[in-house]
């Protein structure tokens, strides 16, 4: 059965895009068939990250007015073969696709896959509304800053009132010294926080922000951290 994930936040830049495309990616150099979905509609950037902006043709919007068929409007991914990416709209179009339009959407598409990844927009109106409901599984990500956790608590209280069979954290651009230096909460004082799993640990570092998703160098501390978080979620860490 194909898993439906939605990666969300609450609060805007705090890396949503950044781990759906890295988590995309690695899912896929796991042999699993992934399709990564930007949800964000408008203010899309999960083409530029996944390195497809240029070969966009059609968008979500273009398949649900029946301009084209879903599959025509995905893009493999230049980095692995068994990534796809079903990019968003560039116009500032999100009334347009409803709950039932991106859920149907979504539906579809995942025969064939084994992964769909859908890239939450930020904050809890509609746009959020739209992408948890198309989703049966969902990722909140965080950093340890606490307006960043207080919209990650917010989020978690709100996605518990939705029927989603697994719900985990990731910690973003985590500093080992300011953990160290006791100036940052450590993961495991997160998870008691939020009440809920941490899956992933990814560090702050310049080349999740400078490379493409299929370019991090394997000895760098966040291609780890991604792999760790890839194992995780096709184990389901409980
Ligand atoms: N682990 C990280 N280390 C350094 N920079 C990061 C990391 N994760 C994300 N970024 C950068 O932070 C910015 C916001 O990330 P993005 O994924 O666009 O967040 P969101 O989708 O939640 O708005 C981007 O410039 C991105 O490259
Ligand atoms: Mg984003």
New binding site residues.
Partial sequence: MTRKIVIT?GK????????TANLGYRLALGGKRVCVCDA?FGLN?LDV?TGVENLVVYDVVDCIEGRCRPKQALIQSPSHKNLYVLPSVHTFAKERVSPENLKELIEGLSVGFDFVLV?CP?GIGGGFHKAVSACDEAIV?TTSQISSLRDADKVLSILRSYKLSEIGIVV??IRGDLVADKLALTPEKIEGLLKTEVIGV?????R??LKNAGDLPPECE?FKAFKTLCSNVVNKKK
């Fill in positions: 936040s805007g830049g705090v890396g949503k895009t950044s781990i964000d950037n990250v890239d930020a990500v973003n651009m990814i560090p702050a570092d310049d999740v922000m966040a």
